[in-house]
């Protein structure tokens, strides 16, 4: 079974612009999670959804957003690019993140991004 | 709130020593505990899991045993080899996933 997979692998933008991350999960799974990981800061969970439904959100600005798709596929947009969006930024899916015993989350490689 | 402190690195290792990461937890409710293990240029890849007290996870020969008592959750193993060198996290789930810091980890020939 393929595992989880993201899109683009790296992106380099100026501070400003805005981006769009791509997040495919493995064949079944219906929860998507985001986390961006930075030197300073670690991992830091972003949102999660199901069954495009957004159901928690971290402490992130509203430039911050994202969707899921009917196929469970999610993009994360980050708005008016700051230098400190640099960061890699992680997807990971499980079956669902809300019930135990099929909550275990698994992860893509990441999209690292620059911001200049 | 939900919090994983986690023994700081880096963690120097010679091959085929005994290794022990330490990680304590803070949360509400009984949350499931994670190691994960980030290599360069990595995702994280989940290598062992434990879904309540007195759980062992175990996998590639390391192990964690859930410990409510002392809400800790240490990885183990007993013969380190150059291959396990990485980052490696700790992590609860309670909704989402709270990582600890991470502890890197080198193992030397």
């Known amino acids: 079974k393929a595992g989880v997979t993201q899109t683009p692998r790296y992106l380099i933008k100026t501070r400003g612009q805005q981006v769009t991350l791509s997040c495919s999960p493995i064949s079944g799974h219906r929860s998507v999670s985001w986390y961006q990981q930075t030197p300073g800061q670690g991992l830091q969970f972003l949102f999660e959804y199901f069954s495009e439904t957004q159901r928690n959100k971290g402490n992130f600005p509203g430039r911050f957003s994202g969707r899921q798709f009917s196929n469970s596929r999610s993009e994360m947009n980050v708005s008016t690019l700051e230098l400190g969006d640099s960061a890699l930024y992680l997807c990971a899916s499980s079956l669902d993140l809300g019930v135990s015993g099929t909550d275990t989350q698994y992860f893509g490689p990441g999209t690292r991004l620059t911001v200049l | 709130g939900n919090s994983v402190t986690q023994m700081e690195g880096p963690v120097t290792l010679s091959e085929e020593a005994f290794l022990t990461i330490n990680c304590t937890y803070t949360?509400?409710?009984?949350?499931?505990l994670f190691w994960y293990v980030q290599y360069p240029g990595e995702g994280l890849q989940l290598l062992l899991k434990a879904t309540k007290a007195d759980d062992k996870g175990s996998n590639k020969g390391f192990e964690a045993t859930y410990r409510k008592e002392t809400t800790s959750f240490h990885l183990e193993k007993g013969s380190v080899q150059v291959s396990d060198s990485a980052v490696y996290f700790c992590?609860?789930?309670?909704?989402?996933?709270?990582f600890g810091t991470g502890t890197r980890l080198t193992i030397i020939p």
């Open positions: 992590a609860l789930l309670n909704e989402k996933l709270t």
């Open positions: 949360a509400t409710g009984y949350p499931s």
